[in-house]
């Protein structure tokens, strides 16, 4: 006859959590892999490259260049007492910053299926670690404006501290929109084909190579306000030219980042222990 079960040895069987636990003190607990995830990519991405870090130059100023010639003189649009070369880059690098970390954030899980079936870890640190890669690429196009600014005589003014808070926004709302892009992606990889045309209207929809003065009041001027990145970009320009404040569009463009934060944050753990299975 077996000896019967005591209460230490026995089993329970609950239903599983609606809301799953986030556990964020795991992931800063290996916040070092961070680092190491950010250094890895930017290797890979820089690997036998002549340029190096320097490609990152590149796009903006390319880019810069078409926006000049086709909307600066061919258009003729107004650019708020700016340079408008210079009022086309401080709307390029918070878009460049954003567009960059949602399609790394997007495809990092299913770029680290290797890692992913074989070592554990906090899952969440995949994403977070391929928003704060685009940070070294921004530093260098942040170069770049500088060196613009000075060029035209342009002096910022003293919102530029408030800077840093507009860029961590962005960074935020990126790695937001990543969180459900991401887990998408491994169930679905429709997605890496979508996002791409997603991020190329949400471009012309976003004040990057015009003035957001342009909008005319009215029902327009709201839907315009209801883009999350029409907000930061505003907020941009204000901290370093003193262009017109926005606050209803900056409200809402954190608004916006804590709803996708918050419920990309819930869907990425309740999906995470599928990845392994599925990617």
């Known amino acids: 006859m077996s000896a019967p079960v005591t209460a230490s040895q026995a089993i329970r069987i609950t239903p599983p959590r609606r809301w799953p636990e986030l556990a964020l003190g795991e992931v800063w607990a290996h916040r070092e892999l961070v680092w190491f995830l950010v250094w890895r990519d930017l290797k890979v991405r820089y690997k036998q490259t ?9 796009q903006p100023l390319v880019t810069v260049i078409i926006f000049t010639v086709i909307f600066g003189r061919l258009a003729g649009l107004p650019s708020e007492n700016v340079p408008y070369p210079v009022l086309a880059l401080s709307g390029i690098l918070p878009w460049q910053l954003f567009s960059s970390a949602v399609a790394g954030s997007s495809n990092s899980l299913v770029g680290s299926a290797n890692l992913l079936t074989k070592v554990y870890f ?4 995949i994403p977070i670690a391929a928003v704060a890669g685009t940070l070294v690429d921004f530093s260098v196009t942040v170069a770049l404006l500088a060196g613009m600014m000075t060029w035209y005589g342009v002096v910022p003014t003293a919102g530029i501290v408030f800077l840093p808070i507009v860029i961590l926004l962005a960074l935020l709302l990126a790695l937001a929109i990543g969180l459900w892009t991401s887990s998408l992606n491994v169930q679905y990889r429709d997605v890496q084909y979508v996002l791409p045309f997603a991020l190329q209207m949400l471009l012309f929809l976003s004040p990057v190579a015009y003035s957001a003065t342009l909008v005319p009041d009215g029902w327009l001027r709201i839907a315009f306000s209801l883009n999350p990145l029409a907000g930061i970009i505003q907020s941009f320009r204000w901290a370093l030219f003193g262009t017109p404040f926005a606050p209803t ?4 463009s954190a608004a916006v980042m804590v709803a996708l934060l918050v419920g990309g944050l819930f869907y990425f753990k309740r999906m995470e222990e599928t990845f392994a299975d599925v990617i």
């Open 50 to 58: 002549v340029l190096g870090v320097a490609w990152a130059l590149v």
């Open 122 to 125: 906090p899952r969440l640190i």
């Open 249 to 252: 569009a900056l409200a809402v």
